[in-house]
């Protein structure tokens, strides 16, 4: 069958993150521009090559794409398959909408968080004929080979779809325990002239890689455990260390993890560099962790193996707000993991939230001065949204049942502005938004933090990477872009 995924343009810029991950879809100056490889979509495309499929993948967005060309490059195929959440939902829902009126042939497929927690008013929309639930790959590859071989594809576990007028939900498929059996995503396939960025990676061209699925953490805020899961499951680290020696051989210079926490088992942490070590692999790399999964002898191995730098979920500099969201980490224990960070040379990024269950005033100061005093190489803020599938969402709905499924909102800027944050915060929406910029000012437009930055650059490349990134900020910080 003729198979493309596409990532559709979107209305939102080129840098919407379709996220399966992190609880949370970002896109703008806020984040200075960041943009990544859609290889989580990859996956996909390489698993219906290997059985047999003509399948693609087409990233519009990236490409910059208006609709119609990008619909006009589907137009002969037999399915579409988009990788969709609350921000593009709708969005979504119209682009394939147009390639089947062209095309009223073409099956679609949607995955990703909100046809997951809400898949029936995902398929009510037009456009959208089977909705994914939870992990895709395996659940995508059995609902394509029923279309290819004319069967019923109520048979299929963990799909939503529409017959005669009625939602049909099938049986939950299980969640993949070995994740070595997912297929290593064929980055060649990865459209050519364009340039994935990120203002923390220092080497470029960069690829991204998930290695892990499942946290056991209990953020409220967080739609990664609902989706995944919370048993933490591992590619093993030889499966991880042979994926980083292919993508050194095709060029790439560092790898960015997008694991929710890649430390969170040190035996398995500490085999990856050793392995890195012993098969010489000179890859710089960044992964995601928290502050209670480290110690100085694993950052220590870390950079030994090629690792540069490690993103923290610091979220408050109150313990009261982080015990109101269930973060299960301490102050003193993020004191520590940053002077451990700093005594072995690596860098952190640090992200924190504002307006979250509790907040007053008094604790976005307290969250303003902690983060100062962290000393991260680099960070970044968000107001705390509630998203669909997570306890805070639902807390939400209770009060604001018009909401429904929350697509009808501009969840996009939601970063910048409050959601309903009045039903569990006191401070106004205004004052959120004004302290998130107030923290980019005081962070980053200090001139000893200026200094070092510059001071630490070592090639052109970072330099441009630091401008790039620069200019977005005081865009965001200064000028209130977003």
Excluded at 123 to 144: S, T, Y
Aim: charged share 25%; hydrophobic share 35%.
């Amino acid at each position: 069958m003729k198979i493309t995924v596409v990532v559709p343009p979107s209305k939102y810029s080129r840098n919407v993150a379709r996220d399966l991950i992190w609880g949370c879809w970002c896109k703008g100056k806020r984040i200075a521009g960041t943009q990544f490889d859609p290889v989580s979509q990859l996956i996909v495309v390489t698993l219906l090559k290997e059985e047999g499929h003509e399948a693609r993948l087409l990233d519009a967005a990236g490409l910059q794409m208006g609709v119609e060309e990008a619909q006009g490059r589907m137009a002969g195929d037999d399915i579409a398959i988009v990788l969709t959440n609350t921000v593009t939902v709708n969005e979504d829902a119209q682009f394939l909408a147009g390639i089947k009126r062209v095309n009223p042939k073409l099956k679609t497929i949607v995955y990703g968080n909100h046809p997951t927690f809400y898949p029936q008013d995902t398929a009510a929309k037009d456009g959208m004929d089977f909705c994914v639930h939870k992990e895709a790959e395996w659940v995508i590859r059995d609902l394509v080979r029923a279309l290819d071989r004319g069967e019923d594809p109520g048979a299929v576990k963990g799909i939503t779809f529409r017959r005669d007028g009625r939602f049909v939900t099938t049986e939950p498929y299980p969640y993949i325990r070995n994740l070595d059996e997912l297929p290593v995503p064929d980055r060649s396939q990865l459209p050519q002239g364009i340039t994935y960025f990120n203002p923390i990676v220092k080497f470029m061209p960069f690829t991204t890689m998930t290695t892990t699925r499942g946290c056991p953490a209990k953020c409220n805020y967080c739609s990664a455990p609902p989706f995944y899961g919370r048993i933490y499951r591992a590619q093993s680290p030889q499966r991880v260390v042979d994926e980083m020696a292919q993508i050194e051989k095709m060029g790439y210079r560092e790898v960015f993890f997008r694991d929710e926490v890649f430390n969170y088992k040190r035996t398995r942490v500490m085999e990856i560099c050793k392995l890195l070590i012993q098969n010489r692999i000179r890859l710089s790399w960044i992964v995601s962790s928290r502050v209670d999964t480290v110690d100085k002898e694993m950052l220590e191995a870390m950079k030994e193996a090629g690792c540069h730098m490690l993103r923290f979920g610091v979220e408050s500099g109150d313990q009261g707000i982080l015990d109101n969201i269930e973060k299960g980490a301490t102050l003193e224990q993020a004191r520590q993991a940053f002077q451990w960070i700093h005594e072995t040379g690596l860098e952190a990024h640090c992200h924190a939230m504002m307006g979250m269950p509790g907040e007053t005033r008094e604790t976005l100061e307290k969250t303003i001065r902690f983060i100062l005093e962290l000393e991260p190489t680099t960070m970044t803020c968000g107001i705390c949204t509630p998203y669909p599938g997570t306890p805070l969402f639902d807390r939400v709905l209770q009060t604001n049942p018009d909401i429904g499924d929350g697509s009808q909102k501009d969840l996009a800027s939601l970063h910048m502005q409050g959601f309903h944050n009045d039903v569990f915060t006191e401070v106004p929406q205004v004052e959120l938004a004004r302290g998130i910029r107030r923290l980019y000012r005081n962070f980053y437009l200090r001139p000893s933090y200026i200094w070092r930055t510059f001071k630490r650059l070592k090639s052109f490349d970072e330099l441009r990477r630091v401008v790039m990134a620069a200019g977005h900020v005081f865009g965001f910080s200064v000028l209130g872009e977003e």
